[in-house]
């Protein structure tokens, strides 16, 4: 839930314009523009540039680094990400800064000397920090649609960290649980603790003076501040020290992508999103194809069918996506044409039978089916520029290791590669090899941030985080505007339900399916698990009638808001 008090502590705190921010179940109106993010302050920072006349490119890259401040748990300088980016024109392009694997990467890497996973060294181990790509990846969209000075935008997240601002409830219960981490996770231990060693409390200013200090070598030389100098020789310097693999020469050739965006249609809507290594994309608009095909004026929204069907159309596109896609600078031949296809998309859907659930099986992937932490951001300004940007860590906190002298943490992205050849198993581990380990190559990812157009102007903008979960809960909200017609609050906060293929269940957000529908699935073959929380969406729609933009911040969010102006 989000405080009120805090956010007033906040504003009191810090020279920041003072705006309207949504609370729970509430929508945020604005006529000129928009920030939707997983904090209050780096709302109002993305706001503040759009008042001084930048773009949604220069809101975006100014949010993107106050949140590396203030949501460290995703936001970050130290992970990489996805924008989506549809310019006032109807033009739309992407920028894929996803990490790299290491030169000294190999496929085996995580393996034991029998060639078994060792358990947790890809998620757990210095080894699983990937090259980070955000900061390449924000500077690039900057020199190619920025319209403000570099060093402005960065400003913003160097005051919030230099000058510090109050510990909110969110961080503070992070910080607790933190606090008491063995020594191994050095960064980690001391993250929240003030020079006397003691965990910051609520309402105390929190200061990150050695994030500062990177953020402001970022902000005086651009891409080369952390790429080359000396936050590339401390980041060579702290991997040798702890077993890592990263070196000087990995972050000297990393290098972000303006990719061509994935283009689907629903109906009269347009739907925008990433390309491979992003899979969000590919299996978004397969399952947009799937819906289409469906009856849903005879279907009850959460009803027990529309529960069958959406979890089945789940199981096919994760099928697909575990079976086809990786990075495509390494797989020049995906299958992207035939997954998008309405004809295909008809072969998927006449498989699906209404009144049982199929069967997920590790050997087929989606042949049976013939006949897979996070933070995300939306910007939209006066002329309708509009960015979805979804960046990320991995687990939250990442890999929950990283330099005190660089004052950020490490992603542990690599364990978003298939880590063992041809092994794929019912717990979920993927062997296929489009998204094996290779030096360079970008891991598979499932960040979906997507803008979705009607007449040609952005219509909705959404994204979340949650690793696999991401894809289904954007599909869920979009098939919630688009077609139930809900507005953006109740859309994002509504039921949402995540099948993967693998392994073979249903996860429901407790408290919101009823037990009849859950006893009514079982009989029909779903196994069911329940889960506290899917996604934390943030999205923006635009209202015709009123020519308003209107933001909804997911009430999951511990410090999120909506601010428009």
């Known amino acids: 839930m989000k405080k009120l008090n805090v956010a007033l502590l906040q504003i009191l705190y810090l020279p920041i314009f003072i705006c309207s921010y949504s609370a729970v179940n509430a929508q945020t109106y604005g006529k000129n523009g928009m920030v939707v993010s997983d904090n209050v302050l780096a709302s109002e920072v993305g706001i503040d540039i759009l008042k001084k006349g930048g773009n949604a490119i220069n809101a975006s890259i100014a949010t993107a680094f106050a949140l590396a401040v203030t949501h460290p748990e995703a936001g970050n300088v130290g992970g990489g990400g996805f924008i989506v980016l549809m310019k006032s024109d109807g033009e739309v392009t992407t920028f894929d800064f996803r990490e790299k694997a290491p030169l000294k990467a190999t496929p085996d890497l995580f393996q034991d000397s029998n060639g078994n996973l060792i358990e947790g060294s890809n998620h757990e181990t210095i080894k699983a920090v990937g090259v980070p790509g955000t900061v390449a990846g924000l500077y690039l969209a900057h020199q190619k ?74 902000r005086d030389h651009g891409h080369n501040g952390f790429y080359l100098g000396p936050v590339a020789e ?57 819906m289409e095909l469906a009856d849903l004026n005879k279907i009850e929204f959460n009803s027990t069918a529309y529960v069958h069907l959406v979890g089945e159309a789940m199981k096919r596109a994760f099928a697909d996506r575990a079976e086809h896609l990786g990075d495509p600078d390494f797989n020049p031949d995906l299958p992207l044409d035939r997954l998008l296809s309405k004809e295909f998309a008809k072969k998927r859907f006449d498989n699906i039978d209404m009144t049982k659930a199929s069967l997920s099986d590790s050997s087929k992937y989606g042949q049976l089916y013939d006949g897979s932490s996070t933070t995300h951001f939306s910007v939209v300004d006066k002329d309708g ?31 978003d590669f298939n880590p063992v050849a041809g092994v794929t198993n019912s717990r979920g581990q993927i062997g296929s090899n489009p998204n094996l380990i290779a030096p360079e190559k970008r891991m598979l990812s499932s960040m979906t941030p997507t803008i979705v157009a009607k007449d040609g102007k ?70 069911l698990r329940p889960v506290n929380n899917l996604g934390v969406l943030m999205g923006i729609t635009y209202d015709p009638r009123l020519k308003v933009y209107v933001g909804g911040a997911d009430s999951a969010s511990k410090d999120g808001a909506a601010v428009g102006y």
């Open 145 to 218: 649609y920025g319209s403000l000075p570099w060093a402005d935008l960065v400003q913003p997240a160097v005051n919030l960290a230099g000058n510090g601002f109050p510990m909110t409830w969110g961080l503070y219960q992070v910080a607790l649980r933190m606090s008491e981490m063995d020594e191994s996770y050095d960064i980690m231990k001391n993250y929240f603790r003030n020079d006397e060693g003691l965990v910051i409390q609520p309402g105390e200013i929190w200061k990150q003076q050695a994030l500062a200090n990177t953020l402001s070598l970022i």
């Open 234 to 290: 401390e980041i060579e310097a702290y991997m040798k020290a702890k077993g890592g693999i990263i070196t000087k020469e990995d972050l000297a050739k990393y290098n972000a992508i303006e990719r061509k965006p994935l283009k689907g249609t629903y109906k009269d809507f347009e739907i925008y999103s990433m390309p491979p290594p992003s899979s969000g994309g590919v299996a978004l608009i397969e399952m947009m194809n799937l």
């Open 385 to 415: 520029n509009a960015v979805s940007l979804t960046y990320t860590l991995e687990h939250s906190y990442g890999v929950k290791m990283g330099s005190s002298k660089l004052g950020f943490i490490f992603n542990n992205e690599m364990g």
């Open 458 to 527: 952005p219509y909705l903008i959404i994204g979340s985080p949650g690793g696999r979960t991401i894809i289904n809960t954007v599909f869920q909200t979009v098939l919630n505007v688009l077609e139930y017609d809900m507005r953006i609050d109740k859309a994002i906060e509504a039921m949402k339900i995540h099948h993967q293929w693998l392994p073979d269940e249903i996860r429901y957000e407790r408290h919101l399916m009823s037990p009849d529908t859950r006893y009514a699935l079982e009989l029909m073959g779903h196994k």
